[in-house]
Every structure is written in structure tokens, then in C-alpha cells.
Nanobody, 127 residues
């Protein structure tokens, strides 16, 4: 059974950085796609980033336009953990962030294609 456990959320000021972690059990981070989504109060859960291994220590990542250039997703297969480095945070980044796993196929922005989810971690950015 695949389980995902996020950590690293918190309350920060605009312009600060945070790194979220997602510890994966029941599968390796390299099998399939690992994604991050977020959900702000009163809004739909939206795609943030996704990563897929493409070769020896090579990964391909895709990002939502709103976070491109500020966020970076990475994977550590020795620790079976994926990370979301978030820099230059803005108040509009405030949300619960969820780690998600997609068993097969290509990167996707569609949350329905991800079949395993973590419990979420809160990120709050104040101005």
C-alpha cells in the first residue's frame, strides 16, 4: 500500500522560502510520477508541480505558470522522498499543499489522474 506523508509547512513572511518534503512508502519515487497540488480556502485543488525520472539521475519536472521560476521539485531516491523548494513566497501561495502519486504514464496537471494522496501540510504566507 502506497503512503505519502508531507512535512515542512509553516507560517512565513512574503519573500521567504520553505521546503516541503514527501516521504514515500510502498513504492519508489522513481516509479511513475510524483506531483504537488495545493488547495486554498474556497478554491479548487490545483496543480503545482510534478516530476518523473527520465534516465540515470535525470528527472523531468513541470510547473504551474504561477510558480514557475520560484518553486523547484526534486527527488532523492536514497531517502525515497520528494521535495518542493519554494522561494520568494507570496501571500497567494497560502494553501494546504498535497503530495500525490501517479502510478504510470506521463506528467499530468489533472488531479484525477493521481491515485494516491498525502494528508497535506499548511503553508501560510503573510505580507
Amino acid at each position: 500500500q502506497v503512503q505519502l506523508v508531507e512535512s515542512g509547512g509553516g507560517s512565513v513572511q512574503a519573500g521567504d522560502s520553505l521546503r516541503l518534503s514527501c516521504l514515500v512508502s510502498g513504492r519508489t519515487v522513481d516509479s511513475g510520477v510524483m506531483g504537488w497540488f495545493r488547495q486554498a480556502p474556497g478554491k479548487e485543488r490545483e496543480f503545482v508541480a510534478a516530476i518523473r525520472r527520465t534516465g540515470d539521475n535525470t528527472y523531468y519536472a513541470d510547473y504551474a505558470d504561477s510558480v514557475k521560476g520560484r518553486f523547484a521539485e526534486s527527488a532523492d531516491n536514497a531517502k525515497n522522498t520528494v521535495y518542493l523548494q519554494m522561494n520568494n513566497l507570496r501571500p497567494e501561495d497560502t494553501a494546504v499543499y498535497y503530495c500525490a502519486a501517479k502510478t504510470r504514464g506521463n506528467l499530468s496537471w489533472m488531479r484525477a489522474q493521481y491515485n494516491t494522496w498525502g494528508q497535506g501540510t499548511q503553508v501560510t504566507v503573510s505580507s
